[in-house]
């Protein structure tokens, strides 16, 4: 059985939800962990977790941050890349303005973290676990812009893996479908027709319980294995962790 204690490990986006789910997870399997998120404090607050303050879509916040992190953890195994935003529109009306914010903080924040997590591991090799989303895949409605940005986070993984392959390092997704908090306020915010209606999709759609999956029971026991020695010889692939909702082909 491997075991992910003593691993070195940055999760972004780990204020809150998913990411913030995951890395209580690996701090309570014994890893030493630094938590990246626009929504912390200027300056590392010291810990297990550590947290710091960084913007995704900042090539100069990214790298700062990032060699903080390293040091502070004395090295890195692991970054697990959570961070990103979903916001909804139709496709007609998507303006500039949130395309491109959209693609900054999505594609480009995968690529500066990726970026930056590279300097340090292509000695050593390790691991980098991107959020990846069904929407990338399959497509979502009202959600084209996000939709896009998961494509480009795809195909930018893919790629990478090939690239980066030779350091051993590898790369790999996680397409999620877990219930969180902003799942919860979103679902506060719907009419008694709107959650029935969402309700029934997903039992149609999801085989496994129809509904969203648990963080620590459903989400965390894939990350913990993609973040370990045990998925050295695993790159390039997309893991969805959704009741069965996205099957690859």
Not at 40 to 69: E, H, I, L, Q, W
């Amino acid at each position: 059985m491997q075991t992910i204690a003593g691993s070195r490990i940055i999760v972004t986006g780990s204020a809150s939800g998913m990411g913030a789910a995951v890395m209580a997870g690996l701090v309570a399997s014994g890893a030493r962990v630094v938590g990246l998120d626009l929504g912390y404090g200027a300056g590392m607050a010291p810990g297990n977790p550590a947290v710091a303050r960084c913007d995704v879509s900042d090539k100069a916040s990214v790298d700062a941050t990032f060699d903080a992190a390293v040091a502070h953890l004395g090295g890195l195994d692991t970054l697990i890349h959570a961070a990103g935003i979903a916001p909804g529109a139709p496709a007609e009306s998507i303006d500039v303005d949130d395309w491109d914010r959209v693609f900054a903080v999505n594609a480009r924040g995968t690529m500066l973290t990726n970026q930056a997590a590279f300097r340090h591991l292509r000695d050593a090799g390790g691991r980098i676990i991107n959020f990846a989303s069904g929407a990338g895949v399959s497509g979502l409605t009202n959600k084209a812009h996000y939709s896009a940005t998961k494509g480009a986070v795809i195909a930018w993984t893919r790629t990478a893996a090939k690239e980066w392959g030779r350091y051993g390092i590898t790369l790999n997704m996680i397409a999620p479908a877990i219930s969180t908090p902003m799942y919860a306020q979103t679902r506060a915010s719907m009419s008694a027709d709107q959650l029935a209606a969402l309700d029934a999709r997903l039992a149609a759609d999801m085989p496994i319980d129809g509904r969203l999956g648990d963080a620590d029971r459903d989400l965390l026991p894939l990350m913990l294995f993609l973040s370990g020695d045990g998925a050295r010889f695993i790159t390039g692939q997309i893991f969805p962790v959704d009741g069965g909702l996205l099957m690859v082909r």
